[in-house]
């Protein structure tokens, strides 16, 4: 047998246990054990198959020195090597990433990403996709290199910055900074209402809609207010039964998207927190739909609504569940608050707990996203 070698036109990476290979022309992934990943480090077109044998000996039991011919044989066949030098395909791995990406082929895309990081360390945006490919893959070591990588060559990146310290294990703030979110929504808003509703299923501005039906009834004439109000989406499901609508959101650009649906008789760019702490008015509804998974510390928001709800009005909103107490910052950036923390939370805000339910929010990554539904309403207001 010739000297072996990796094929060239195969992209490889670190998997849980060995390599991992991408085949491009094939289109397979090979999942290749511990044994045969450190041959492949062997094979590198110089060392002939007695050599290889040499240098693996030791590490078999005795009598199994066959296993190493065995194994090149076993990936000539497969494709993993070649013994005679060919020329590679000419591939730009990042687009083949992103196409593989679109398709949902998760595992091929991260081998393809992390061979372009690697051919081109100094590109910023090959560590931000490995980055989230790898939590795609729940693989949180390689999602936390990959975005230590990034934030080395854009240390301004505050949505980053925000999903290293889950990444990181260290204490969570109280909420997400406002660079954060301007951040994240500057880039989303674009294609905002075509992922929630057709990408990701979104149920929340339905699922608080009936809430609110179910609470009110045929209520109309309603003073209003929406806290986080994004494009609207929310907005649409109460706006009939409004006699005036607020709606404050922080990001500049996804209030332009609730201006363009003419809904709302206010719209103010401002943090949430802030707003209701110098707001002097008072609400029949409080809405904040899918606007609280980032905040941590959710007792100032639940007593500042409280304050600002008519003696018979309700504060209605949505979070993602946890199985933590009081809550968890999770590694997309977002934090999962756990039923026992509300019903604690509303006692200290003198709000009583009218629906606390649990049940389906919306897809992320093929799989389905567990919420809460919470309706508040003030205790003995006069």
């Known amino acids: 047998m010739q000297a072996p070698r990796l094929h060239p036109g195969l992209f490889f990476c670190p998997g849980e246990e060995g390599l991992l290979a991408y085949d491009p022309v094939a289109d397979r992934v090979h999942r290749v054990n511990p044994l045969a990943s450190l041959i492949?480090?062997?094979?590198?077109?110089?060392?002939?198959?007695?050599?290889?044998?040499?240098?693996?000996?030791?590490?078999?039991?005795?009598?199994?020195h066959d296993?190493?011919?065995?194994?090149?044989?076993?990936?000539?066949?497969?494709?993993?090597?070649?013994?005679?030098?060919?020329?590679?395909?000419?591939?730009?791995?990042?687009?083949?990433?992103?196409?593989?990406?679109?398709?949902?082929r998760y595992e091929a895309a991260f081998i393809c990403?992390?061979?372009a990081g690697e051919c081109e360390p100094e590109d910023a945006g090959?560590?931000?996709?490995?980055?989230?490919?790898?939590?795609?893959?729940?693989?949180?070591?390689?999602?936390?290199?990959?975005?230590?990588?990034?934030?080395?060559?854009?240390?301004?990146?505050?949505?980053?910055?925000?999903?290293?310290?889950?990444?990181?294990d260290e204490p969570?703030?109280?909420?997400?900074?406002?660079?954060?979110?301007?951040?994240?929504?500057?880039?989303?808003?674009?294609?905002?209402?075509?992922?929630?509703?057709?990408?990701?299923?979104?149920?929340?501005?339905?699922?608080l809609a009936a809430l609110i039906a179910e609470l009110m009834g045929a209520r109309g004439r309603l003073r209003a207010l929406e806290l986080g109000c994004g494009s609207g989406l929310a907005?649409?499901?109460?706006?009939?039964?409004?006699?005036?609508?607020?709606?404050?959101?922080?990001?500049?650009?996804?209030?332009?998207?609730?201006?363009?649906r003419g809904l709302y008789d206010a719209l103010e760019q401002a943090e949430i927190g802030a707003w209701l702490?110098?707001?002097?008015?008072?609400?029949?509804?409080?809405l904040a739909c899918d606007s609280l998974i980032y905040f941590g510390d959710l007792a100032p928001v639940m007593r500042a609504a409280g304050r600002l709800l008519e003696p018979d009005g309700l504060f209605i909103f949505s979070l993602e569940l946890g199985a933590r107490k009081p809550c968890k910052l999770n590694d997309n950036g977002r934090y999962s608050h756990h039923p026992e923390t509300i019903r604690e939370l509303a006692a200290d805000a003198d709000l009583k707990i009218l629906r606390l339910e649990q049940g389906y929010l919306r897809m992320e990554y093929g799989e389905e996203v567990e919420g809460l539904f919470v309706a508040l309403q003030p205790i003995g207001k006069a």
């Open 40 to 64: 492949c480090e062997l094979c590198d077109g110089e060392r002939p198959l007695e050599e290889i044998q040499r240098l693996v000996a030791p590490m078999l039991p005795d009598g199994e």
């Open 67 to 104: 296993q190493v011919r065995l194994c090149i044989e076993q990936g000539l066949r497969a494709g993993l090597f070649v013994t005679a030098p060919i020329a590679a395909p000419v591939m730009d791995a990042a687009d083949l990433a992103r196409r593989l990406k679109d398709e949902g």
């Open 113 to 115: 990403q992390y061979h």
């Open 126 to 168: 090959h560590w931000a996709a490995l980055g989230e490919l790898s939590h795609i893959l729940g693989r949180r070591a390689d999602a936390r290199a990959a975005y230590e990588r990034y934030l080395a060559l854009q240390p301004y990146d505050a949505e980053v910055r925000h999903l290293l310290i889950a990444l990181r």
């Open 172 to 207: 969570p703030p109280a909420r997400a900074d406002n660079d954060c979110i301007e951040q994240l929504y500057a880039r989303f808003s674009s294609f905002y209402e075509s992922n929630m509703l057709e990408e990701l299923d979104y149920q929340a501005p339905r699922r």
């Open 235 to 260: 907005g649409v499901e109460v706006r009939p039964r409004c006699a005036h609508l607020t709606g404050v959101d922080l990001s500049s650009h996804m209030l332009d998207l609730a201006r363009e």
């Open 277 to 286: 702490q110098r707001c002097d008015r008072s609400f029949d509804l409080i």
